[in-house]
């Protein structure tokens, strides 16, 4: 009897699971789209960021020469630079009005860079009027006199702040003292052209995988292509460090020193600033000459806690290249100074190398005994 009850406590709660499954589902298929995807989405979000975790290393080392390098060529991708120019509104009103001598009416209106602030101006249109009106502009009347016109021309704003107040003030009505002078405006606008720089500056990278210790001479080439009468100074700095500040000449190939001292191993920041005007600049190239022909090393690191998984067998680091075209690949890896050799005629080389890697910083080194073209070379923790 008991093992009876016991066989219907099970097939009753194995009922109840498939129920809630059975819900879980269906409320699954209910939901919006962009919810439903959010959900599904995020079992295989986590597989990516796994994945990102393991890879060590992923490189694209292109053609690998039997000759060792004795100059690394990096070449750049163009890059624009331009200021756009946008007619804005700065402040509006829909209406103001100011009535009797005691009383003006203020607006404040702040600007975040003044000096790219040009042909300010104040607009409006007169809806009814007594007297002279004044306007005074950072406690300076800029104006001062009686409107007759319903839409008279704009009025100039010069000397522009960060923080400014526009204030409307009506004139004494003198010895009529009956009277009482007032001004009525609508559609009030403080109207200006701003120069947009946000893409006056770019910045893109290139990566060193040689010992900038061993570079003799070092190089930035790069063509401007730009209109010479509407062209400012061009600053360059490779890793924040400005390698050139002058007025280029467009159409001109420029040829800068670069002090070797500047590039570090691994991924370096080549930027370009223009003061004014608009710049295309092509031809990028980042030359090094070194001292004692190499061939390229890529760099990995492995922490301390994942070394220790490998030194336990817990996990493997994998090695693997892959090959463009149907020739044989031969050649030697050097992983920290400890040789493997391939002579193979398969595109993909694929090799634990848990044996061969230390804690911290590790280098990989390819040597073809006949050009290679390696289109991907990767290091993942499995």
Same mark, same amino acid.
């Given at each position: ?35 439903? +995807?959010? #959900? ?6 986590? +597989? ?24 690394? $060529?990096?070449?750049? $991708? ?7 120019? *946008?007619?804005?509104?700065?402040? &509006? ?8 001598? =005691?009383?003006?009416?203020? #607006?404040?209106?702040? @600007? ?10 104040? +607009? ?8 002279? @009106? ?20 704009? #009025? ?26 007032? %001004? ?16 006056? *500056? ?7 995988? %040689?010992?900038? *210790? $061993? ?12 209109? =010479?009468?509407?062209?400012? !100074? ?18 001109? +190939?420029? #040829? !800068?020193?670069?002090?070797?001292? /500047? ?6 920041? @080549? ?18 000459? !070194? ?7 890529? %760099?990995?690191? /492995? ?14 680091? &994998? ?18 100074? &400890?040789?493997?050799?391939?002579? =193979? ?15 911290? $910083? ?9 050009? /290679? ?10």
């Amino acid at each position: 009897m008991l093992f009876r009850k016991g066989q219907g406590g099970g097939a009753s709660t194995a009922a109840f699971v498939a129920l809630i499954t059975l819900f879980i589902i269906i409320w699954i298929l209910f939901l919006p789209p962009a919810e439903r +995807a959010k #959900i599904l989405d995020n079992e295989s979000d986590a +597989a990516a960021l796994e994945e990102n975790k393991s890879l060590l290393l992923d490189e694209s080392p292109k053609t690998l020469f039997v000759e060792k390098q004795s100059e690394f $060529n990096h070449n750049i $991708n163009s890059i624009n630079l331009f200021t756009v120019e *946008e007619d804005q509104i700065i402040k &509006r009103r829909d209406s103001i009005a100011v009535e009797g001598q =005691q009383s003006s009416f203020r #607006i404040p209106f702040h @600007l975040d860079d003044p000096e790219n602030v040009q042909n300010a101006k104040l +607009a409006f249109t007169v809806e009814s009027h007594t007297g002279s @009106l004044q306007i005074v502009l950072n406690d300076d009347i800029i104006f001062s006199g009686e409107i007759k016109e319903v839409a008279p021309s704009p #009025i100039t704003l010069d000397n522009l702040e960060e923080d400014n107040i526009l204030e409307f003030r009506v004139s004494s009505q003198g010895w009529q003292f009956w009277k009482v002078n007032s %001004y009525e405006l609508k559609d009030v606008r403080i109207i200006a052209t701003i120069k947009n720089l946000n893409n006056r *500056e770019a910045s893109t990278q290139f990566s060193v995988t %040689y010992n900038p *210790e $061993n570079v003799e001479k070092s190089q930035l080439r790069f063509v401007p292509d730009c209109s =010479q009468a509407q062209v400012g !100074v061009l600053t360059a700095t490779i890793n924040d460090r400005v390698v050139l500040s002058k007025v280029p000449e467009c159409e001109s +190939a420029e #040829i !800068v020193d670069v002090d070797p001292k /500047l590039l570090i191993k691994g991924t370096n920041i @080549l930027s370009f600033k223009s003061e004014t005007g608009a710049m295309i600049i092509n031809n990028i190239r980042v030359t090094s000459k !070194v001292e004692q022909p190499t061939y390229p090393i890529y %760099y990995f690191e /492995l922490n301390a806690t994942d070394f220790r998984r490998v030194e336990q067998n817990q996990k493997n680091v &994998r090695f693997t290249m892959t090959f463009a075209g149907d020739e044989d690949k031969i050649g030697t890896i050097n992983i920290n100074n &400890r040789k493997l050799s391939f002579n =193979q005629n398969s595109k993909t080389y694929s090799k634990d190398i848990s044996q061969y890697v230390i804690e911290d $910083n590790n280098f990989v080194q390819i040597i073809p005994e006949k050009t /290679l073209e390696v289109q991907r070379l990767t290091v993942r923790l499995e």
